[in-house]
Every structure is written in C-alpha cells, then in structure tokens.
C-alpha cells in the first residue's frame, strides 16, 4: 500500500536521510527545504525534508509531528547540500544544519515539548 512520505535529513550522523510518514493535514506545507519537527528514538529533533514521494511506507514508520515555518532552504540549495554530502561521504543531516539559520525561539520550544 503506497504512502505519502517524506526523506528528512536529521542532525545526526547517519549516512542518508530518515524516511517519515506525511500526515494528510501538513501536506501542503511540508516541501523540500522546510524544517520539520520529527522523532528520533524518545526525542524531537529539527530536520530539513529532502525529498517528498509516494511509496511503500518503511516498517514501524512515524509521522513527521509540524512543520517550521521559518528558516526553510531553498530548494536547489538543498540539492546541492545533498549531493555535497554524497560526493565527501558527509552525513547529511549535519550538512544541512550548516547551512541553517540557528532556531527562533518558538522553533526551539516546539522542539523541547515533552513527547506525549
């Protein structure tokens, strides 16, 4: 069964980006180049989608929780960062977050919410 889904670089050191399920209510808003607020392990992280697509959703997939109206990249931006990371072996998510404006502060209490 094919999914909305969304390939979110996450500021850690893995090799490609993380695949997410794209909630029907952010769809609009969850692009390339936005930050999102997504989970990793019992934490809420800030990443940068890379890629949206329709495909098989991965195993025990989790939903990206918001998307972050400020400090979104471009979208060749983004493409570049990718394909630097690829070319120096680089993690990704750490590439992008160089290339990110450091959080606003509703962005950052977004993040630290206590996970329900």
Same mark, same amino acid.
């Given at each position: 069964?094919?999914? /909305?889904?969304?390939?979110?670089?996450? +500021?850690?050191?893995?090799?490609?980006? #993380?695949?997410? !399920?794209?909630?029907?209510? $952010?769809?609009?808003?969850?692009?390339?180049?936005?930050?999102?607020?997504?989970?990793?392990?019992?934490?809420?992280?800030?990443?940068?989608?890379? /890629?949206?697509?329709?495909?098989?959703? +991965?195993?025990?997939?989790?939903?990206? #929780?918001?998307? !972050?109206?400020?400090?979104? $990249?471009?979208?060749?931006?983004?493409?570049?960062?990718?394909?630097?990371?690829?070319?120096?072996?680089?993690?990704?998510?750490?590439?992008?977050?160089?290339?990110?404006?450091?959080?606003?502060?509703?962005?950052?209490?977004?993040?630290?919410?206590? !996970?329900?």
């Amino acid at each position: 069964m094919s999914q /909305e889904l969304v390939d979110v670089a996450v +500021p850690a050191p893995l090799p490609r980006a #993380l695949t997410y !399920l794209l909630p029907a209510k $952010l769809r609009d808003r969850a692009t390339v180049g936005k930050r999102v607020v997504c989970t990793i392990g019992g934490r809420r992280v800030v990443g940068v989608v890379v /890629e949206t697509r329709v495909g098989e959703p +991965p195993p025990k997939g989790k939903p990206i #929780l918001d998307v !972050l109206e400020e400090g979104s $990249l471009p979208e060749d931006l983004v493409k570049f960062l990718s394909r630097l990371a690829h070319y120096y072996l680089a993690p990704i998510g750490e590439v992008m977050k160089l290339a990110l404006p450091p959080l606003d502060r509703d962005a950052a209490q977004a993040v630290e919410k206590e !996970l329900t």
